[in-house]
């Protein structure tokens, strides 16, 4: 379930105190202020539930979020957020810091102190909020994390994890799997921030209880390489090919056959997709990491009771008028 802030159905006048009641609900209390309050103001909030976490996304005119030291202190639930700005360049001042974000980039901000973030123009920046209890880590040391956070190994695949969460929020709220989602989310965001850190004691353990949701991230962001091979998985993680089993024996986990479910999911996925009607079978197991089509088709068959081609033509079925 969502919640949507769309301007674009308001009366003008009521633009800006509508985003101003929309953020207060969605994020930390903070004043809101327009570039150009008498201008067009426009702005679209969506605020996700994934598990104990949520999904917050904005797109929006010039907007600036100052949050002062008074309003910090009104709130007890400590929270931060990891922004990937989407559109613009977001600017944070926060803890005698100041960072400037271009598009692509991650952006960690502590939801409990005060910040003054803002961007210029047309601008739009998706994030994960969680509470700090679910972190298993010192308030000290990820406040210091989050004006370190490039420094990680694991930046860029948190980057690609929290940029998919805020593209595919909807599809991925709604799956059934979304409370596991929640918890790799905390679980990689943690390890992140012990990372970050730069202490040997909170990242050997935040890196070492989350390896396996590593891992998988990691395959997640690499299914449609058709040379992801476990020798390769292990070796990006700096483990034998026998941890690497051993670690996935331990959790229930046959290795090949996850990645190749996952892949058949994704295409799937785009076999359903109309924008994608165009494209065909062939290219689809391609870009999802199956080199042989026969092989594609006889795994996608067993799994979903129909081959691909089946599949879209049901489905195109479905969508004509009057089926």
Not at 105 to 115: F, H, I, K, N, R
């Amino acid at each position: 379930m969502a919640f949507v802030l769309d301007t674009a159905a308001l009366p003008a006048p009521e633009r800006v105190e509508a985003v101003h009641t929309a953020m207060m609900f969605a994020s930390a209390p903070c004043h809101v202020i327009h570039e150009n309050p008498a201008g067009p103001v426009h702005a679209r909030m969506e605020v996700w539930d994934l598990g104990d976490t949520n999904i917050f996304t904005c797109r929006s005119s010039g907007l600036r979020l100052l949050r002062t030291a008074k309003l910090a202190r009104q709130d007890a639930m400590p929270v931060i957020s990891l922004a990937v700005q989407r559109e613009g360049h977001g600017r944070l001042d926060q803890h005698g810091h100041q960072r400037v974000t271009p598009p692509g980039e991650l952006l960690g901000v502590d939801l409990s102190g005060a910040y003054d973030y803002s961007w210029s123009g047309d601008g739009a920046a998706g994030c994960v909020q969680i509470p700090l209890d679910q972190l298993d880590l010192p308030l000290d040391a990820i406040r210091a994390a989050l004006g370190n956070l490039r420094a990680s190994p694991l930046y860029r695949l948190v980057s690609a994890h929290v940029a998919t969460l805020s593209r595919d929020r909807a599809r991925i709220t709604a799956d059934p799997a979304a409370p596991a989602v929640a918890a790799a989310t905390v679980d990689l965001v943690r390890a992140l921030l012990a990372s970050a850190t730069r202490s040997e004691r909170h990242t050997r353990r935040a890196l070492a209880e989350t390896l396996l949701t590593r891992i998988r991230a990691h395959v997640r962001q690499h299914l449609t390489d058709p040379g992801l091979t476990p020798a390769r998985i292990a070796a990006a993680h700096n483990i034998s090919l026998r941890q690497l089993y051993k670690l996935c024996a331990a959790a229930g986990l046959s290795l090949e056959q996850w990645i190749i479910n996952e892949r058949l999911r994704g295409a799937r996925h785009d076999l359903l997709h109309p924008g994608h009607q165009h494209r065909p079978v062939t290219a689809i197991a391609h870009s999802w990491g199956f080199r042989d089509v026969t092989h594609f088709t006889r795994r996608f068959k067993a799994r979903y009771g129909l081959t691909p081609t089946q599949l879209r033509r049901a489905s195109a079925d479905a969508r004509r008028p009057g089926a």
